[in-house]
């Protein structure tokens, strides 16, 4: 039942990352400014981390059944493992690097010259679990 739940979780992480792919394509001030938005608040900066923890646990946790086993249990470990580390990292830090990186990053032709690697990432988690 937990290999299940596992495997489904991923699948929507999956779904999601192409979701991004599309936000950045469509919409890529849209996407920007929600970059901006992370470790704003207490609130935000804790319910991102541990939001990310569910795909990261799933991928662990399904990675024996999938088509690369070990790379989705590195990706798994590292989102897993990065996570906790941003648990003690100062929550003004991580706004702080969140707000230098949507500086860097101009949205009308980076947000859209690397959507496709976003689409082409969600869909081979998808492809590696289905």
């Known amino acids: 039942m937990i290999t299940l739940i596992a495997k489904w979780i991923v699948v929507l992480f999956g779904v999601f990352i192409i979701c991004v792919g599309l936000v950045m394509l469509l919409t890529p001030t849209k996407a920007r400014e929600t970059l901006k938005k992370a470790g704003s608040t207490n609130f935000i900066n804790y319910a991102e981390i541990t939001i990310r923890m569910i795909p990261a646990i799933g991928l662990i946790l399904y990675s024996d059944f999938s088509r690369y086993p ?36 101009t949205p009308l032709y980076f947000f859209r010259l690397i959507s496709p690697f976003s689409f082409l990432f969600g869909a081979t988690i998808i492809y590696c679990v289905l």
């Open 70 to 105: 070990e790379a989705f249990k590195i990706l798994g470990w590292f989102m897993l493992g990065s996570s906790l580390i941003l648990y003690f990292v100062p929550r003004k830090l991580h706004h702080g690097y969140s707000l230098k990186c949507a500086e860097i990053l």
